[in-house]
């Protein structure tokens, strides 16, 4: 899977969206970073997914989970 940083003029400035072919993403950098799965864009549906410890970990972590997670 290539997960990728994508540009959202709508997200805060400390939150990223990250997409992949299959499914899309939520990042929000604070102390560390919380990755949260969000395929319909509204927020009202995000469910957490993990922590890491950068943005370059959760793009890592997001590839690695779609291959063990297929669906």
Known sequence: ????VIKDKNLPPD????KTPKHKYIV???SNVEIFHCDD?????????DKVRDINDALSFINNYE?????
């Open 67 to 71: 291959i063990q997670n297929p669906s």
């Open 28 to 30: 929000i950098q604070n």
């Open 15 to 18: 939150w990223q969206r990250i």
């Open 1 to 4: 899977m290539n997960a990728k």
């Open 41 to 49: 864009c509204t927020f009202n549906n995000l469910y957490f997914v």
